[in-house]
């Protein structure tokens, strides 16, 4: 296996990561909660669900250092794993081009099932489709899914064979026009 895979393919997790995290706390801080509340559920494994609770209802700005801080690496770690495992279904799958795009878009939300119908019960959490609803689950695995779909488009390692312009003829002579 190439390392470029498993390198971009935790990179391309960890702006998914980002891009889920940035439009989840613009829809917390216009849902008229605070814009950190989703740095909270991560840590509530941890932290216990308070600091979420008080995120929700604490105004636009509330925050509460620690469990952010720890919902952040929480969330990130699992970011960079999900995209490594992306790097590696890309690399099994040989998908370039379109295809991959199409398999980001479509892990984004394999990943959304399996963390909100397994990982978040398993730690006594209902799934996030229940939580914020539906909209919310589709447009935040579609975030994440959007960055790997991108990567899998344009970087990933295989990507010149799906690009690759067609082979030019020699030039027949030294290549210069008669005057």
């Known amino acids: 296996m190439r390392k470029q895979y498993l390198i971009g393919g935790v990179l391309a997790g960890l702006v998914g990561g980002l891009a889920m995290a940035v439009y989840t706390m613009t829809n917390e801080f216009l849902s008229g909660h605070s814009i950190f509340t989703p740095m ?21 700005l509330y925050l509460e250092p620690l469990p952010a801080m720890i919902g952040l690496v929480v969330h990130f770690l699992w970011a960079a794993f999900w995209g490594l495992l992306f790097g590696v279904l890309l ?26 119908g397994l990982v978040l019960p398993a730690v ?4 996030m ?25 344009r970087f990933a390692p295989g990507r010149q064979r799906a690009f690759a312009a067609p082979a030019r003829r020699p030039e027949q002579g030294t290549g210069q026009r008669a005057s």
């Open 40 to 60: 909270y559920m991560p840590a509530t494994p941890i932290v216990g669900m308070g600091a979420m609770e008080r995120g929700m209802s604490g105004g636009a």
């Open 124 to 127: 006594g959490m209902k799934p």
């Open 129 to 153: 489709w229940t939580q914020p609803g539906a909209t919310v689950f589709v447009l935040d695995h579609l975030a994440f899914g959007v960055p790997l779909a991108l990567w899998a488009l």
């Open 91 to 116: 690399w099994l799958t040989r998908a370039v081009g379109w295809a991959g795009f199409g398999l980001g878009i479509a892990w984004g939300y394999v990943v959304g099932v399996v963390m909100s």
